[in-house]
């Protein structure tokens, strides 16, 4: 049985292990106000991340206007892009007050056996998700997911260990890839330095 069948098959969801809503909608075009006190996260925040730290201090300011309590984003929320060819998932590690715009999904944990890292890696890096993203997105010019899809998506939950080392190898992984692309911007540096040097005599 191909994997993507054999996690369809499964009787999790996401919506079993996880409480999922969607961002604040915003009414007027996101500016950043000097005397704001909330951070906004955008889904063009997204681009190349998994992971929400100190960073977030550059995101844009708000002040918030409106009625009850703003929904700030907790330490080990998981956010997923609602639109886009490329469904990308990152997890807060911070305090920061912030508020996730309306083209974003939040995905909270409701098991604490459930590590967010490991939740967002699987929506990153697993087969099944960006399969079943594929086939169950709207849209003609840009893809959309809704609530309902992202809901009914299959997880695969493993013991907590198994998360801890999936998340060691990705790390790794990371480290080598990091360590690659430097050695590639260095060699491009010294060819540059050494056809300047040609070219001078």
Known sequence: ??????????KITLNEIA?????????????DQVEGNIHILQIKDMRGHTLI???????????????GEPPILQRGDVVLTARGENTRA??????????????????????????????????????APRKYFEANSTGSSMSALNKATVSALPIHVVPLVL???????????????????????????MLKALFKTLLEK
Not at 163 to 189: F, G, M, T, W, Y
């Open 163 to 189: 998360q801890q080392q999936i998340l060691a190898i990705q790390d790794i992984a990371d480290q080598e890839i990091n360590v690659l692309d430097q050695l590639k911007k260095n060699r491009q540096q």
């Open 1 to 10: 049985m191909a994997l993507f069948e054999w996690f369809l098959k499964m």
């Open 53 to 67: 730290q100190s960073d977030v201090l550059k995101l844009p300011k708000t002040v918030w206007e409106g009625r």
């Open 90 to 127: 990152a997890w807060l590690d911070c305090d920061e007050p912030m508020i996730a715009s309306s083209q974003l999904f939040i995905i909270r944990p409701k098991q604490t056996d459930i590590l967010p890292a490991y939740l967002c890696w699987f929506l990153n890096n697993a087969e």
């Open 19 to 31: 409480d999922i809503k969607s961002g604040f909608t915003f009414r007027t075009s996101i500016e």
